[in-house]
Nanobody
Framework: VQLQASGGGLVQAGGSLRLSCAAS????????LGWFRQAPGKEREFVAA????????NYADSVKGRFTISRDNAKNTVYLQMNSLKPEDTAVYYC???????????????????WGQGTQVTVSS
């Protein structure tokens, strides 16, 4: 599975962006997916996750109520809608797929097998 993230950019605080992550491979629809982010000088952290069917989602407390993860298995794409953006949301955002079959979804970065290349999100104050 290859993942390609896009949609990042520069936005003012309070604005919105939608990230997309397109995947190759026929098994995409079987995998739980996640979004992570890494700010300069910080470790990569969990943002959101979604089950293979899209029926359940999970969010980091810092983004709950502002970000929405969704997926379209017919298009092999996962999305992250980001609203009410804050300067502290500035980071490189990564999409990832968990091929283990162990979890419905997981926050554990070590459980993800495939990673996209990342897309930069910068929120100005």
């Amino acid at each position: 599975v290859q993942l390609q993230a896009s949609g990042g950019g520069l936005v003012q605080a309070g604005g919105s962006l939608r990230l997309s992550c397109a995947a190759s491979g026929s098994t995409f629809s079987r995998y739980p997916l996640g979004w992570f982010r890494q700010a300069p000088g910080k470790e990569r952290e969990f943002v959101a996750a979604i089950t293979w069917s899209g029926s359940s989602t999970n969010y980091a407390d810092s983004v709950k109520g502002r970000f929405t993860i969704s997926r379209d298995n017919a298009k092999n794409t996962v999305y992250l809608q980001m609203n009410s953006l804050k300067p502290e949301d500035t980071a490189v955002y990564y999409c990832a797929a968990d091929a283990s079959g162990t979890y419905y979804y997981t926050r554990d970065i070590g459980s993800y097998d495939y990673w996209g290349q990342g897309t930069q999100v910068t929120v100005s104050s």
